[in-house]
């Protein structure tokens, strides 16, 4: 059993950055943040593997850095440069076994979300 909670969602202005942080209790062996605006499907942003490394979606590389403490028991995002266009809930997931990519239908478990709101 995994369990995952955001935290550092808020407002920003465009250009500002935010971190988001997800307190993770359990073993996973990789993780990933998601996010989904109203009206629109979820999607992967970013994800960190074991052994592997890291990916990005290409709507937020260069921008977006995520990251994980040494016990893995927090995750991380980075999120700089930010737009309009990042307004969303993001969610910290958990994805199955030892699976690696950014789909959605790997995730075995999702945190409750946190909303990002960028003003133009």
């Known amino acids: 059993q995994v369990q995952l909670v955001e935290s550092g969602g808020g407002s920003v202005q465009a250009g500002g950055s935010l971190r988001l942080s997800c307190a993770v209790s359990?073993?996973?062996?990789?993780m990933g943040w998601f996010r989904q605006d109203r009206g629109k499907e979820r999607e992967g942003v970013a994800l960190?593997?074991?052994?592997?490394?890291?990916f990005y979606s290409d709507s937020v590389k260069g921008r977006f850095t995520i990251s994980q403490d040494t016990a893995k028991k927090t995750l991380y995002l980075q999120m700089n440069s930010l737009k309009p266009e990042d307004t969303a809930i993001y969610y910290c997931?958990?994805?199955?076994?030892?699976?690696?990519?950014?789909?959605?239908?790997?995730?075995?478990?999702w945190g409750q979300g946190t909303q990002v709101t960028v003003s133009s």
């Open positions: 960190i593997c074991e052994d592997i490394g890291t």
């Open positions: 997931a958990s994805l199955i076994g030892r699976s690696c990519g950014l789909v959605r239908q790997l995730v075995s478990y």
């Open positions: 359990g073993y996973t062996y990789s």
